[in-house]
């Protein structure tokens, strides 16, 4: 085996060790407030451990990818890893909301800088004609952590404690940068060094971070946004807006646009941003219906929503297949139609869900495959779409692009999502009082907490109906603009030779 294919392979491998953690700890959020003694009526409180990590993986990704081009490849993947295995290292150490935040954020920094990292690479080694199809690979390593991350997180959780699926991470990581350090070249290229866009980096980490914090409601009982909340978000857009126009000035951007059609563009991202929220929701809610309406344990609600994640990658297949056939266009349309049509299926799930069933086939089942098959259907239409803006030379950076709009999505979704639903489960549970077991009846009292965990089940239901129909009204406005993706070719730019001869710096 060539070196070459041995420093992709452990890139790819790092790509899906970081993926992995992205969505590992959907499926053992439940024994994490336990362990941190947080009620379970109370799951607000740990909304930063998941969007924590998200924002570290969304500000870092563009940012860090331009260093490698500046320093070379060797050193950020090694550094990355390093900081990712520390990061795991302060997860499995805590014991309180605000560690296991930051040990999160500091993991989802250098989980995210990888992606991009490694698509570069793959850039450096690989000539034009060759380069989509390892790209691809990389790709398909990072949506791998979408499917197997949660069963992952479940199964290691349970037969061991989940600060376990943190601690693996470290000989993991320490494996990895080994590889790297054999196999990825040090140094960088010649030519001159590239700039890198400090300004906008740091611009677009501040506005994502405003924005989440701004949703972010600890006490959402009160309302739906906390006091701080419509500040934050003004400010978070006024950022945002700001990052936008440094951008269009800067000599050094971070997503150089030059010569691409932007509508069509920015329309395929938005698509990519969309979906990337609606799946989010799915595999944090559907597995708190598993375990909070079901009653079903961490290894039953991950098994599933294995209806939802084996669905994904058939129609991923399916939807490249179409594509190349009839254009991206077609097979995004109808993949965010579907979805949203599975999500009104799954808010129309009934109180008595477990017996529910379409003739011989459960509902649960069906619905989940379906909205699973809708939202895999855009995976490669989507990162073929933009590939088919960008010139050849921008490539990596384009595929990066699609990733980090996703990432944005999940990241704006399940905050905005989780803060609409939480307010609403206390809206909705307000005037329930818990019966107290004084001065009546023991049946009495069995009879009046049969009531109150009915209205329980029930306010939880509601929620949960209500996040998936704003989440069904996502996809339809996804399929909206996916009606709105022109075809049409961008003419290639030359791009780089092959620099095979860096193996031998």
Same mark, same amino acid.
């Given at each position: 085996?060539?070196?070459?294919?041995?420093?992709?392979?452990?890139?790819? *491998?790092?790509?899906?060790?970081?993926?992995?953690?992205?969505?590992?700890?959907?499926?053992?959020?439940?024994?994490?407030?336990?362990?941190?003694?947080?009620?379970?009526?109370?799951?607000?409180?740990?909304?930063?451990?998941?969007?924590?990590?998200?924002?570290?993986?969304? *500000?870092?990704?563009?940012?860090?990818?331009?260093?490698?081009?500046?320093?070379?490849?060797?050193?950020?993947?090694?550094?990355?890893?390093?900081?990712?295995?520390?990061?795991?290292?302060?997860?499995?150490?805590? +014991?309180?909301?605000?560690?296991?935040?930051?040990?999160?954020?500091?993991?989802?920094?250098?989980?995210?800088?990888?992606?991009?990292?490694?698509?570069?690479?793959? @850039?450096?080694?690989?000539?034009?004609?060759?380069?989509?199809?390892?790209?691809?690979?990389?790709?398909?390593?990072?949506?791998?952590?979408?499917?197997? @991350?949660?069963?992952?997180?479940?199964?290691?959780?349970?037969?061991?404690?989940?600060?376990?699926?943190?601690?693996?991470?470290?000989?993991?990581?320490?494996?990895?940068?080994?590889?790297?350090?054999?196999?990825?070249?040090?140094?960088?290229?010649?030519g001159p060094r590239p700039g890198v866009d400090v300004v906008g980096g740091l611009l677009l980490a501040l506005g994502l971070g405003l924005l989440v914090?701004?949703? %972010?409601?600890?006490?959402?009982?009160?309302?739906?946004?906390?006091?701080?909340?419509?500040?934050?978000?003004?400010?978070?857009?006024?950022?945002?807006?700001?990052?936008?126009?440094?951008?269009?000035?800067?000599?050094?951007?971070?997503?150089?646009?030059? @010569?691409?059609?932007? @509508?069509?563009?920015?329309?395929?991202?938005?698509?990519?941003?969309?979906? #990337?929220?609606?799946?989010?929701?799915?595999?944090?809610?559907?597995?708190?219906?598993?375990?909070?309406?079901?009653?079903?344990?961490?290894?039953?609600?991950?098994?599933?929503?294995?209806?939802?994640?084996?669905?994904?990658?058939?129609?991923?297949?399916?939807? #490249?297949?179409? *594509?190349?056939? %009839?254009?991206?266009?077609?097979?995004?349309?109808?993949?965010?139609?579907?979805?949203?049509?599975?999500?009104?299926?799954?808010?129309?799930?009934?109180?008595?869900?477990?017996?529910?069933?379409?003739?011989?086939?459960?509902?649960?089942?069906?619905?989940?495959?379906?909205?699973?098959? #809708?939202?895999?259907?855009?995976?490669a239409p989507v990162s073929s779409a933009v590939l088919a803006f960008v010139p050849a030379a921008r490539h990596g950076v384009a595929s990066a692009a699609?990733?980090?709009?996703?990432?944005?999505?999940?990241?704006?979704?399940?905050?905005?999502?989780?803060?609409?639903?939480? +307010?609403?489960? +206390?809206?909705?549970?307000?005037?329930?009082?818990?019966?107290?077991?004084?001065?009546?009846?023991?049946?009495e009292f069995e009879r009046r907490m049969k009531i109150y965990n009915a209205a329980l089940d029930e306010a939880l239901r509601r929620e949960y109906q209500?996040?998936?129909?704003?989440?069904?009204?996502?996809?339809?406005?996804?399929?909206?603009?996916?009606?709105?993706?022109?075809?049409?070719?961008?003419?290639?730019?030359?791009?780089?030779?092959?620099?095979?001869?860096?193996?031998?710096?």
């Amino acid at each position: 085996m060539s070196r070459r294919r041995v420093a992709i392979g452990a890139g790819g *491998a790092v790509v899906l060790l970081a993926a992995l953690d992205a969505y590992v700890v959907t499926t053992v959020l439940l024994p994490i407030i336990k362990d941190l003694g947080i009620p379970v009526n109370r799951l607000e409180r740990v909304t930063p451990v998941l969007t924590g990590f998200l924002l570290g993986y969304v *500000a870092a990704m563009p940012l860090i990818g331009q260093l490698s081009d500046r320093f070379g490849r060797r050193a950020p993947l090694q550094a990355c890893l390093f900081f990712f295995a520390a990061g795991s290292a302060v997860t499995a150490l805590a +014991h309180g909301v605000p560690l296991l935040t930051a040990g999160r954020v500091v993991q989802g920094i250098a989980g995210g800088a990888l992606l991009p990292v490694t698509m570069a690479l793959a @850039g450096d080694l690989w000539d034009e004609r060759q380069r989509p199809v390892v790209l691809g690979a990389v790709g398909a390593a990072q949506e791998l952590g979408s499917v197997l @991350g949660p069963l992952y997180g479940a199964g290691i959780a349970a037969v061991m404690d989940w600060r376990a699926i943190f601690w693996i991470n470290l000989p993991l990581s320490a494996v990895a940068m080994v590889a790297v350090w054999y196999a990825v070249p040090g140094g960088r290229g010649e030519g001159p060094r590239p700039g890198v866009d400090v300004v906008g980096g740091l611009l677009l980490a501040l506005g994502l971070g405003l924005l989440v914090g701004g949703v %972010y409601n600890p006490e959402p009982q009160e309302s739906a946004l906390p006091p701080w909340g419509a500040p934050l978000l003004a400010a978070g857009a006024a950022a945002l807006v700001v990052f936008v126009l440094w951008e269009l000035r800067a000599r050094t951007r971070l997503f150089d646009l030059t @010569g691409v059609r932007r @509508g069509p563009l920015l329309a395929t991202l938005g698509v990519s941003l969309l979906s #990337g929220a609606a799946l989010m929701v799915t595999l944090v809610d559907v597995v708190l219906v598993a375990k909070t309406v079901l009653r079903k344990d961490d290894l039953d609600g991950a098994l599933l929503l294995t209806r939802f994640l084996v669905a994904l990658p058939i129609a991923a297949i399916a939807g #490249g297949l179409i *594509a190349r056939r %009839y254009g991206e266009r077609w097979p995004m349309a109808a993949g965010m139609a579907v979805s949203a049509g599975g999500y009104l299926l799954i808010a129309g799930w009934p109180a008595d869900l477990a017996d529910a069933s379409y003739g011989p086939l459960p509902r649960m089942d069906v619905d989940l495959v379906v909205t699973g098959f #809708g939202l895999g259907l855009v995976i490669a239409p989507v990162s073929s779409a933009v590939l088919a803006f960008v010139p050849a030379a921008r490539h990596g950076v384009a595929s990066a692009a699609v990733v980090v709009a996703r990432m944005m999505g999940m990241l704006l979704g399940v905050s905005a999502l989780s803060a609409w639903g939480f +307010h609403r489960f +206390h809206v909705l549970t307000a005037d329930l009082r818990p019966p107290l077991p004084f001065g009546m009846p023991d049946a009495e009292f069995e009879r009046r907490m049969k009531i109150y965990n009915a209205a329980l089940d029930e306010a939880l239901r509601r929620e949960y109906q209500e996040i998936f129909w704003i989440t069904a009204a996502l996809c339809a406005l996804g399929a909206l603009l996916a009606l709105t993706v022109t075809a049409g070719r961008n003419g290639d730019v030359p791009a780089p030779a092959s620099r095979d001869e860096l193996l031998t710096r």
